[in-house]
């Protein structure tokens, strides 16, 4: 039965062994599974079609592992598909919406995995885009603002910030009862150290911390080139100190797995296995996994990677254990943040710390979406 379901996953840059092993475990279990590159896209105005460009007898032009399903004309047709799931989209929205228009109205309509993708914009795919609307669906996630780098450094240099932060509480009080707060409540929480972090990073590549204004005016500087040039845009957030963070992959409405992560070198504030985080296999309150499912579906994906982090870690009540939760950990969800919401995550550190083989997973969660 599994034969007759055709999944396209549509990929930027070169073929990653995250691919590979997709590939391989649609294989095992008996589907077709086309990594199709979006070099491969392509329209022309005389007939209007959108299609994927076929094998061109070299091994640019190859969609790999499909060659011998190819049309007569070397073309394949989107709607030969029963599934397009879409990876690395963020330089590739222009080709993701170009397939995404060309199915629509079309008699076999392929089922796009991420809701996001299909109805999205690419600024909903953006990390300030995600904290704005996970805290406005009633999700916690950190004290944020966005803005341009001055605009951010500026709210920390604020003489009027530095005297508020060293007022006693009973002196604050008298400043709102005085009305002199103005917006400046708002900031008064944010106390150095403080995290600069890219709408639009990708593996701990783009977060950065700054402990006092000298380093973070350094650090302004250095990214504003990025910011004027590349037009890349940054928020400011409060640090949270943690021993660690989670991630949850979810997968539509199911938790598949949860993986800590604890950063292990000295210096280094990132939990992320690519910055050298240590991964082990970890559980969270069931509260808490629903957190990350909600927090998915707010961001409008579907196969997601939630990273997840407790707020206050070392002083967390314990929850009662009848209920499932970890021991010692708090299972209420207002105790924790969302950091963001991965969309096409990746699996190998979470498959060394939870033994989970999460391509198969994938693959049989992309199966079950055939409508
Ligand atoms: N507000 C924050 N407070 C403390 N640590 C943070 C904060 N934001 C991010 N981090 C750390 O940086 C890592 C990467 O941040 P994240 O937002 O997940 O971006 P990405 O993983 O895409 O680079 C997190 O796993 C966490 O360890
Ligand atoms: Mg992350």
């Known amino acids: 039965m599994n034969k007759q379901i055709n999944i396209a996953l549509f990929f930027g840059g070169k073929i990653s062994q995250h691919l590979v092993l997709l590939r391989k475990a649609a294989k095992k279990l008996g589907v077709r599974l086309d990594l199709v590159s979006y070099n491969r896209v392509c329209f022309d105005t005389e007939n209007l079609e959108v299609k994927i460009r076929g094998n061109l007898n070299n091994n640019e032009g190859r969609i790999q592992g499909s060659a011998r399903t190819l049309k007569n004309d070397g073309w394949l047709q989107i709607d030969d598909y029963d599934v397009l799931f879409f990876r690395t989209t963020g ?30 914009k690419p600024s909903m795919a953006c990390k300030a885009y995600q904290m704005l609307a996970l805290k406005k669906a009633g999700i916690e996630v950190p004290k944020t603002v966005y803005g341009s780098l001055w605009y951010l450094y500026e709210k920390m240099a604020d003489s009027r910030h530095h005297i508020l932060s060293v007022l006693t509480p009973s002196q604050r009080a008298q400043m709102i009862a005085r009305g002199k707060m103005d917006d400046f409540e708002s900031v008064i929480n944010f106390e150095f150290p403080i995290i600069i972090k890219g709408s639009g990073g990708d593996r701990g590549t783009r977060v950065f911390k700054a402990d006092n204004l000298k380093a973070m005016e350094k650090l302004v500087s250095k990214l504003r080139k990025s910011e004027t040039e590349e037009g890349r845009r940054y928020m400011l ?10 991630r949850v992959l979810v997968l539509g409405k199911k938790v598949l797995g949860v993986m800590k992560r604890t950063q292990q070198q000295p210096g280094e504030f990132r939990n992320n296995y690519s910055a050298g985080g240590k991964v082990e296999v970890a559980q969270l309150p069931e509260e ?32 009662p254990l009848d209920k499932g939760a970890s021991e010692g950990m708090s299972n209420n969800p207002k105790d924790y943040v969302i950091l963001e919401v991965n969309k096409g995550p990746q699996f190998k550190g979470f498959m060394k710390a939870t033994g989970i083989d999460v391509p198969a997973e994938i693959v049989k969660f992309l199966i079950s979406l055939k409508k």
């Open 91 to 120: 330089k590739h929205w222009e080709e993701v919406d170009l397939i995404v228009g060309s199915i629509q109205g079309s008699t076999h309509t392929p089922v796009v995995v991420d809701p996001i993708v299909k109805n999205g």
């Open 237 to 246: 957030q409060e640090y949270i100190p943690n021993d660690g963070d989670y």
């Open 288 to 319: 808490v996994l629903q957190l990350a499912v909600r927090a998915a579906a707010v961001c409008g994906l579907m196969v997601a990677g939630v990273d997840v982090m407790a707020k206050n870690p070392s002083g967390l009540r314990p929850a």
